[in-house]
């Protein structure tokens, strides 16, 4: 068990340029969650899946991004036209049973800064 | 709606001082109660948790007990260390629920 794997570590992109972020979540979890962490402030949700099934969704998720889990595995997150607004750290998560007895395992992030 | 309020950082303290760090909650439910840290360049680490009303949580020396009379769960160590130096993070989940809502983060520097 390695835990909750994101790659890249860190981005760096240009404005309007599109990113994708991959998480692997441990191997025997099946819910994966996406976050995304702004200096100073706590996580925030974006969305997350019971094993491929995308099953909810923050409104902090504009259009520009979408999340896949094919076959109820890894995780992308991508978005599209970047903005300097979206630079920020995006947290991964997965667990397996009930969230509110056991919480989520996190991985290291992927910050990403957009200039 | 369910948020985390926590108390402004940053914290600075000498090894070996008493720490508490406060946290309270509203929830439109019964919520589970969670403290995560975060040391520098990495993700979130469950710390402790508590699910129900009077448990208390603990780990690492660190303690927390969940008040519902007080809608509370303070996190406290009796003698810091400088490793202890992180960002901890207050974080509620309602019973039967997958999403966990996270206070604003509590920056803590221990000085030797």
């Known amino acids: 068990d390695t835990g909750v794997s994101q790659n890249p570590r860190h981005k760096i992109t240009k404005r309007g340029q599109n990113v994708t972020f991959r998480c692997d979540p441990i191997s025997e979890h099946n819910r994966l969650y996406w976050y995304r962490q702004t200096l100073g402030q706590g996580p925030e949700f974006l969305t997350y899946?019971?094993?491929?099934?995308?099953?909810?969704k923050s409104r902090l998720l504009s259009d520009r991004f979408s999340a896949e889990r094919p076959k109820g595995s890894f995780s992308t997150l991508e978005i599209q036209r970047t903005e300097q607004g979206d630079s920020a750290m995006y947290l991964c998560?997965?667990?397996?049973?009930?969230?509110?007895?056991?919480?989520?395992?996190f991985g290291s992030g992927t910050r990403l800064t957009v200039v | 709606g369910n948020s985390v309020t926590q108390m402004e950082g940053p914290v600075t303290l000498s090894e070996e001082a008493f720490l508490t760090i406060n946290c309270t909650y509203t929830?439109?439910?019964?919520?589970?109660l969670f403290w995560y840290v975060q040391y520098p360049g990495e993700g979130l680490q469950l710390l402790l948790k508590a699910t129900k009303a009077d448990d208390k949580g603990s780990n690492k020396g660190f303690e927390a007990t969940y008040r519902k009379e007080t809608t509370s769960f303070h996190l406290e160590k009796g003698s810091v260390q400088v490793s202890d130096s992180a960002v901890y993070f207050c974080?509620?989940?309602?019973?039967?629920?997958?999403?966990?809502?996270f206070g604003q983060g509590t920056r803590l520097t221990i000085n030797p």
């Open positions: 929830a439109t439910g019964y919520p589970s």
């Open positions: 998560a997965s667990s397996l049973g009930r969230t509110d007895l056991y919480g989520y395992t």
């Open positions: 899946f019971q094993n491929e099934a995308q099953l909810e």
């Open positions: 974080a509620l989940v309602l019973q039967g629920a997958q999403k966990l809502v």
